[in-house]
């Protein structure tokens, strides 16, 4: 029917099917990278998480050629830090329940990153070397948690609050990290539960945002770095 805002990297569609609303989404992700996001998908859904499950098609395929389709789910972006509150807790629910979750295809952590180039859409061979340094220092600087699935892009326009559910949207860029990578770019009149200065916090999230998008949107991804650049000493 149209397109709908947000999938920077990835077409999104509203369409309609009969009288129910649904969401296209086209994915360039490796066959093996889109089914972990699938099963892990199912998974959530199946502990209760408000998440976007794909729909079978008609001969029972979970995608197409990379083309998903789920059903709409309504609500608002959080406005509030009530409604942040309450993105916080869901956020603790998924990384409760997927510690221990494999590693999704292609992807690596910021911990392997620290000596790795590659992994899902972070390029550090390709950024310049005072780059990649600070990238590193920043990551080095948060420490060392328990690893789990991390959805890798909150904000407001992959978040929906109706009432008192969160639906967490658009799982292209999720992996398994360290959590507090969820949490940082939480308003910061909203508690978080990590256990390192939230200033290490948001550096460490910019660092990523540089390093994840350096390839794929590289003006954003320059203004990243020089993001990064100033607030580090």
Excluded: K
């Amino acid at each position: 029917m149209e397109p709908l805002p947000g999938g920077h990297r990835n077409r999104v569609f509203l369409a309609r099917r009969g009288g129910q609303r649904l969401v296209v989404r086209t994915s360039g992700r490796p066959v093996d990278a889109l089914e972990w996001e699938i099963e892990l998908l199912g998974f959530l859904a199946a502990a209760g998480l408000s998440v976007p499950v794909p729909l079978p098609s008609d001969d029972g395929r979970s995608h197409v050629d990379g083309v998903l389709v789920t059903g709409f789910l309504d609500g608002r972006p959080p406005r509030d830090a009530d409604d942040w509150r309450l993105v916080v807790d869901e956020l603790v629910r998924l990384h409760e329940l997927t510690r221990g979750w494999p590693q999704r295809p292609g992807f690596a952590s910021s911990g392997r990153l620290l000596t790795g180039d590659r992994g899902g859409d972070v390029r550090l061979d390709a950024m310049p070397v005072e780059g990649v340094a600070a990238v590193r220092a920043a990551w080095g600087r948060l420490g060392h948690g328990d690893e789990c699935v991390v959805h890798g892009d909150v904000g407001g326009a992959n978040v929906l609050v109706d009432g008192r559910r969160v639906t967490l949207l658009d799982w292209d860029e999720a992996r398994v990290d360290v959590s507090w990578f969820d949490f940082a770019f939480v308003p910061e009149d909203v508690e978080v539960p990590v256990p390192v200065e939230r200033a290490a916090l948001v550096t460490a999230g910019v660092a990523w945002e540089a390093a994840t998008c350096w390839v794929a949107e590289p003006e954003y991804a320059a203004r990243c770095l020089a993001d990064l650049h100033a607030r580090q000493p």
